[in-house]
């Protein structure tokens, strides 16, 4: 079974629209719609933002649905040069707002967690290139925060993008060891003087693409 989660409508609704044979089950307040797209077993869920209802959107696909592959779909802000309507793929996962260094131990890190996440995306990466696409790899930072400022960015990893979800699936999948992938389109850039306009004017767009997207990559799982 394949887990999907997006933050917010527009990055589910084209895969909810193309679910066959649909289901809707509703477990606490969030309601998960079960089928099938590309001959594949898919549940989807809107997690709503931030980085608790991600965490248990993934653990309610995990022990629930029983998912072996969760996909993180949606929109984020880029680090220059990345430009907006660009295609990430996220191979490392850092929290930005998690600072227990008093106690030695890395910022980002929980404290007896991993200091970050890692995913091998391969198959991701060659769904892409069957597709012709464009993409960009790196680390996402996660917090409850929208960064406009890289000051705000406290870590030293160097970052493609932040957003405000997909660490804390791939947090949860390392516990129940399930394959994890997180796709991004750039809804704006990080900094730069049009940021919020771009990201008014393009969050419904890039939600819509990386949703299609994801759609189209589900072939090739």
Same mark, same amino acid.
């Given at each position: 079974?394949?887990g ?14 193309n $679910? ?42 995990? $022990? ?24 990430? $793929? ?6 930005g ?20 996440f ?7 990466? $060659? ?95």
């Amino acid at each position: 079974m394949i887990g999907i989660i997006g933050a917010l409508p527009y990055e589910v609704n084209t895969l909810i629209e193309n $679910l066959d044979n649909k289901e809707e089950k509703e477990i606490g307040t969030l309601n998960f719609y079960k089928g099938i797209i590309h001959s594949k077993d898919v549940v989807v869920v809107k997690s709503k933002v931030g980085k608790v209802n991600a965490a248990i959107a993934t653990t309610i696909l995990a $022990l629930v649905y029983k998912c072996d592959i969760i996909i993180s779909t949606g929109i984020a802000g880029g680090v220059k040069p990345l430009k907006t309507k660009d295609v990430v $793929l996220i191979n490392k996962f850092i929290y930005g707002d998690v600072d227990a260094s008093l106690f030695g131990y890395s910022f980002g890190q929980v404290p007896d967690e991993e200091p970050y996440f890692l995913t091998n995306p391969k198959a991701i990466e $060659l769904a892409c290139r069957k597709l012709n696409l464009n993409y960009h790899l790196g680390t996402a930072l996660t917090q409850d925060k929208f960064i406009t400022q890289m000051k705000d960015v406290k870590i030293k990893d160097p970052i493609i993008v932040t957003e405000m979800e997909s660490t804390a699936i791939a947090h949860v999948c390392d516990h129940f060891k399930i394959a994890c992938y997180a796709i991004r389109f750039v809804s704006d850039v990080i900094q730069s003087n049009s940021q919020i306009n771009n990201y008014n004017k393009f969050e419904e767009e890039a939600s819509i693409l990386s949703a299609s997207l994801t759609m189209n990559i589900i072939n090739y799982l």
